[in-house]
T-cell receptor, first 116, second 110 residues
Framework: NAGVTQTPKFQVLKTGQSMTLQCAQD?????MSWYRQDPGMGLRLIHYSVGAGITDQGEVPNGYNVSRSTTEDFPLRLLSAAPSQTSVYFCASSTSLIQGWRTEAFFGQGTRLTVV | QQPVQSPQAVILREGEDAVINCSSSKALYSVHWYRQKHGEAPVFLMI?????EQKGHEKISASFNEKKQQSSLYLTASQLSYSGTYFC???????????FGTGTLLAVQP
Protein backbone atom coordinates (compact mmCIF):
# COMPACT_ATOMS: atom_id res chain seq x y z
CA ASN A 1 0.00 0.00 0.00
CA ALA A 2 1.82 3.12 -1.22
CA GLY A 3 -0.36 5.76 0.50
CA VAL A 4 0.57 9.27 -0.67
CA THR A 5 3.46 9.44 -3.14
CA GLN A 6 5.26 12.65 -4.05
CA THR A 7 7.76 13.12 -6.83
CA PRO A 8 10.44 14.32 -7.12
CA LYS A 9 11.99 14.19 -3.63
CA PHE A 10 14.49 16.94 -4.43
CA GLN A 11 14.55 19.63 -7.12
CA VAL A 12 16.69 22.64 -7.93
CA LEU A 13 15.21 25.28 -10.23
CA LYS A 14 16.48 28.50 -11.68
CA THR A 15 14.46 31.65 -11.15
CA GLY A 16 11.77 31.91 -13.79
CA GLN A 17 11.60 28.21 -14.60
CA SER A 18 8.35 26.31 -14.30
CA MET A 19 7.76 22.85 -12.94
CA THR A 20 5.12 20.50 -11.60
CA LEU A 21 5.27 18.70 -8.29
CA GLN A 22 3.43 15.42 -8.48
CA CYS A 23 1.19 13.91 -5.80
CA ALA A 24 -0.70 10.63 -6.08
CA GLN A 25 -2.69 8.64 -3.55
CA ASP A 26 -4.06 5.11 -3.83
CA UNK A 27 -6.54 5.24 -0.93
CA UNK A 28 -9.49 6.65 -2.90
CA UNK A 29 -9.45 9.78 -0.76
CA UNK A 30 -11.73 12.65 -1.74
CA UNK A 31 -9.74 15.40 -0.11
CA MET A 32 -6.22 16.38 -1.17
CA SER A 33 -4.14 19.40 -0.26
CA TRP A 34 -0.72 21.00 -0.64
CA TYR A 35 1.28 22.61 2.17
CA ARG A 36 4.62 24.34 2.24
CA GLN A 37 6.88 24.18 5.26
CA ASP A 38 9.36 26.90 6.07
CA PRO A 39 11.47 27.29 9.24
CA GLY A 40 9.48 28.87 12.06
CA MET A 41 6.28 29.09 10.02
CA GLY A 42 4.83 25.62 10.35
CA LEU A 43 2.77 24.09 7.56
CA ARG A 44 0.90 26.60 5.43
CA LEU A 45 -1.95 25.58 3.15
CA ILE A 46 -1.43 26.45 -0.52
CA HIS A 47 -4.37 24.86 -2.36
CA TYR A 48 -6.80 22.07 -1.69
CA SER A 49 -9.36 19.93 -3.50
CA VAL A 50 -12.54 18.31 -2.21
CA GLY A 51 -12.90 16.04 -5.21
CA ALA A 52 -12.13 15.64 -8.89
CA GLY A 53 -12.75 18.89 -10.75
CA ILE A 54 -12.99 21.01 -7.58
CA THR A 55 -10.14 23.09 -6.19
CA ASP A 56 -9.85 26.10 -3.88
CA GLN A 57 -7.22 28.41 -2.47
CA GLY A 58 -5.56 28.09 0.90
CA GLU A 59 -3.52 30.60 2.90
CA VAL A 60 -0.66 31.16 0.46
CA PRO A 61 -1.86 30.41 -3.11
CA ASN A 62 0.02 33.08 -5.07
CA GLY A 63 2.47 31.70 -7.61
CA TYR A 64 0.94 28.23 -7.62
CA ASN A 65 -1.69 26.50 -9.75
CA VAL A 66 -3.49 23.22 -9.22
CA SER A 67 -5.98 21.02 -11.00
CA ARG A 68 -7.72 17.76 -10.08
CA SER A 69 -8.72 15.72 -13.09
CA THR A 70 -8.76 12.37 -11.25
CA THR A 71 -9.37 11.25 -7.68
CA GLU A 72 -5.83 9.89 -7.42
CA ASP A 73 -3.70 12.83 -8.62
CA PHE A 74 -3.28 16.42 -7.45
CA PRO A 75 -0.30 18.13 -9.13
CA LEU A 76 1.05 21.50 -8.00
CA ARG A 77 2.43 23.80 -10.68
CA LEU A 78 4.91 26.59 -10.20
CA LEU A 79 4.47 28.91 -13.16
CA SER A 80 7.59 31.05 -12.75
CA ALA A 81 9.74 29.97 -9.83
CA ALA A 82 11.06 32.57 -7.40
CA PRO A 83 13.62 32.21 -4.58
CA SER A 84 10.77 32.85 -2.10
CA GLN A 85 9.30 29.52 -3.18
CA THR A 86 12.28 27.62 -1.81
CA SER A 87 10.63 25.32 0.69
CA VAL A 88 9.62 21.78 1.54
CA TYR A 89 6.29 20.89 -0.02
CA PHE A 90 3.94 18.30 1.45
CA CYS A 91 0.90 16.77 -0.14
CA ALA A 92 -1.80 15.36 2.15
CA SER A 93 -5.01 13.44 1.63
CA SER A 94 -8.01 12.47 3.73
CA THR A 95 -11.07 10.38 3.24
CA SER A 96 -13.82 12.35 4.84
CA LEU A 97 -15.40 15.68 4.11
CA ILE A 98 -18.41 15.27 6.32
CA GLN A 99 -18.66 18.59 8.17
CA GLY A 100 -15.02 19.32 7.73
CA TRP A 101 -12.23 17.01 8.72
CA ARG A 102 -13.45 14.16 10.87
CA THR A 103 -10.55 11.89 9.93
CA GLU A 104 -6.78 12.07 9.84
CA ALA A 105 -4.63 13.50 7.09
CA PHE A 106 -2.04 11.25 5.45
CA PHE A 107 1.09 13.04 4.29
CA GLY A 108 3.51 12.28 1.50
CA GLN A 109 7.25 12.27 2.19
CA GLY A 110 7.73 15.77 0.84
CA THR A 111 9.54 17.51 -2.00
CA ARG A 112 12.50 19.72 -1.11
CA LEU A 113 12.61 22.54 -3.64
CA THR A 114 15.41 25.05 -4.02
CA VAL A 115 15.08 28.03 -6.36
CA VAL A 116 18.35 29.76 -7.21
CA GLN B 1 -5.52 32.41 10.48
CA GLN B 2 -2.95 30.11 12.02
CA PRO B 3 -3.63 28.78 15.51
CA VAL B 4 -1.12 29.81 18.18
CA GLN B 5 0.96 27.12 19.86
CA SER B 6 2.84 27.35 23.13
CA PRO B 7 5.51 26.83 24.16
CA GLN B 8 7.62 27.20 21.03
CA ALA B 9 10.17 24.75 22.38
CA VAL B 10 10.60 22.52 25.42
CA ILE B 11 13.42 20.30 26.68
CA LEU B 12 12.63 17.34 28.90
CA ARG B 13 14.45 14.52 30.63
CA GLU B 14 13.17 11.02 30.05
CA GLY B 15 10.21 10.31 32.30
CA GLU B 16 9.14 13.95 32.66
CA ASP B 17 5.76 15.31 31.54
CA ALA B 18 4.91 18.12 29.13
CA VAL B 19 1.84 20.00 27.96
CA ILE B 20 1.56 21.66 24.55
CA ASN B 21 -1.18 24.20 24.02
CA CYS B 22 -3.03 25.35 20.91
CA SER B 23 -5.47 28.24 20.70
CA SER B 24 -7.55 29.90 18.02
CA SER B 25 -9.52 33.11 17.78
CA LYS B 26 -12.19 31.35 15.71
CA ALA B 27 -14.92 28.88 16.64
CA LEU B 28 -13.51 25.44 15.92
CA TYR B 29 -15.06 22.26 14.60
CA SER B 30 -12.06 20.04 15.18
CA VAL B 31 -8.46 20.06 16.36
CA HIS B 32 -5.75 17.75 15.01
CA TRP B 33 -2.37 16.88 16.51
CA TYR B 34 0.61 15.62 14.48
CA ARG B 35 4.25 14.88 15.25
CA GLN B 36 7.06 15.39 12.77
CA LYS B 37 10.57 14.05 13.14
CA HIS B 38 13.42 15.78 11.37
CA GLY B 39 13.38 15.14 7.62
CA GLU B 40 10.17 13.14 7.75
CA ALA B 41 6.49 13.70 7.07
CA PRO B 42 4.05 14.68 9.83
CA VAL B 43 2.37 11.70 11.47
CA PHE B 44 -1.14 11.68 12.93
CA LEU B 45 -1.57 11.57 16.70
CA MET B 46 -5.13 12.60 17.52
CA ILE B 47 -8.32 14.33 16.40
CA UNK B 48 -10.64 16.06 18.84
CA UNK B 49 -14.09 16.91 17.53
CA UNK B 50 -16.69 19.38 18.62
CA UNK B 51 -19.09 17.54 20.89
CA UNK B 52 -16.44 15.54 22.68
CA GLU B 53 -15.51 12.75 20.26
CA GLN B 54 -11.84 11.84 20.09
CA LYS B 55 -9.90 9.58 17.75
CA GLY B 56 -6.26 8.72 18.06
CA HIS B 57 -3.51 6.64 19.54
CA GLU B 58 -4.18 5.06 22.91
CA LYS B 59 -1.06 6.41 24.56
CA ILE B 60 -1.80 10.02 23.58
CA SER B 61 -3.94 12.26 25.75
CA ALA B 62 -5.47 15.58 24.76
CA SER B 63 -8.30 17.93 25.61
CA PHE B 64 -10.47 20.36 23.63
CA ASN B 65 -12.23 23.30 25.23
CA GLU B 66 -14.79 24.34 22.60
CA LYS B 67 -15.86 27.51 24.41
CA LYS B 68 -12.30 28.84 24.64
CA GLN B 69 -11.21 27.42 21.26
CA GLN B 70 -8.26 25.80 22.97
CA SER B 71 -6.69 22.36 22.94
CA SER B 72 -3.87 20.82 24.93
CA LEU B 73 -1.72 17.76 24.23
CA TYR B 74 -0.44 15.88 27.28
CA LEU B 75 2.79 13.92 27.05
CA THR B 76 3.40 11.86 30.17
CA ALA B 77 6.44 9.82 31.17
CA SER B 78 8.25 11.05 28.08
CA GLN B 79 10.52 8.76 26.09
CA LEU B 80 13.36 9.57 23.72
CA SER B 81 11.05 8.65 20.82
CA TYR B 82 8.73 11.55 21.73
CA SER B 83 11.28 14.03 20.39
CA GLY B 84 10.15 16.00 17.35
CA THR B 85 8.02 18.95 16.35
CA TYR B 86 4.37 18.88 17.34
CA PHE B 87 1.78 20.64 15.23
CA CYS B 88 -1.81 21.39 16.00
CA UNK B 89 -4.19 21.86 13.11
CA UNK B 90 -7.58 23.50 13.39
CA UNK B 91 -10.75 23.43 11.31
CA UNK B 92 -13.02 26.43 11.67
CA UNK B 93 -16.76 25.82 11.55
CA UNK B 94 -17.69 23.71 8.56
CA UNK B 95 -14.82 24.77 6.31
CA UNK B 96 -12.65 22.34 4.39
CA UNK B 97 -9.39 23.93 5.45
CA UNK B 98 -7.05 22.28 7.93
CA UNK B 99 -4.79 25.11 9.13
CA PHE B 100 -1.66 24.32 11.14
CA GLY B 101 0.13 26.23 13.85
CA THR B 102 3.84 27.06 13.77
CA GLY B 103 4.81 24.04 15.85
CA THR B 104 6.36 23.15 19.20
CA LEU B 105 9.84 21.61 19.22
CA LEU B 106 10.15 18.93 21.89
CA ALA B 107 13.52 17.46 22.80
CA VAL B 108 13.72 14.55 25.24
CA GLN B 109 17.15 13.93 26.70
CA PRO B 110 18.45 10.79 28.47
Amino acid sequence: NAGVTQTPKFQVLKTGQSMTLQCAQDMNHEYMSWYRQDPGMGLRLIHYSVGAGITDQGEVPNGYNVSRSTTEDFPLRLLSAAPSQTSVYFCASSTSLIQGWRTEAFFGQGTRLTVV
Amino acid sequence: QQPVQSPQAVILREGEDAVINCSSSKALYSVHWYRQKHGEAPVFLMILLKGGEQKGHEKISASFNEKKQQSSLYLTASQLSYSGTYFCGTVEGATNKLIFGTGTLLAVQP
